[in-house]
Nanobody
Framework: QVQLVQSGGGLVQAGGSLRLSCAAS????????MGWFRQAPGKEREFVAA????????SYADSVKGRFIISRDNAKNTHYLQMNSLKSEDTAVYYC????????????WGQGTQVTVSS
């Protein structure tokens, strides 16, 4: 049974930075595609970023491109989302996810963590 446990998040002022972590247990996820999603109040969950199995390929939503960085440490079975130059519109619950396939839906999800950016 794969479990994804998130840490990080919290309250930060606009322009600040936060780092989210997502640690996997139950299975080594070094071959999995890993991602981050977020859901703001009253809105649908949206894609934020993804990284392929070895960290060599990343993708980002246009809204975070140039400000957020996704990375992974396969030795620690953990992936990260470094969030810089945060804006109030980044306020949301953030979810990490893992996918077996190189494309398509995600198979496992973290518990979610709140990120609040004050202006």
């Amino acid at each position: 049974q794969v479990q994804l446990v998130q840490s990080g998040g919290g309250l930060v002022q606009a322009g600040g930075s936060l780092r989210l972590s997502c640690a996997a247990s139950g299975r080594t996820l070094s071959s999995y595609r890993m991602g981050w999603f977020r859901q703001a109040p009253g809105k649908e969950r949206e894609f934020v970023a993804a990284v392929n199995w070895n960290g060599g390929r990343t993708s980002y939503a246009d809204s975070v491109k140039g400000r957020f960085i996704i990375s992974r440490d396969n030795a620690k079975n953990t992936h990260y989302l470094q969030m810089n130059s945060l804006k109030s519109e980044d306020t949301a619950v953030y979810y990490c996810a893992a996918a077996v396939g190189i494309s398509g839906s995600y198979d496992y999800w973290g518990q979610g963590t709140q990120v609040t950016v004050s202006s």
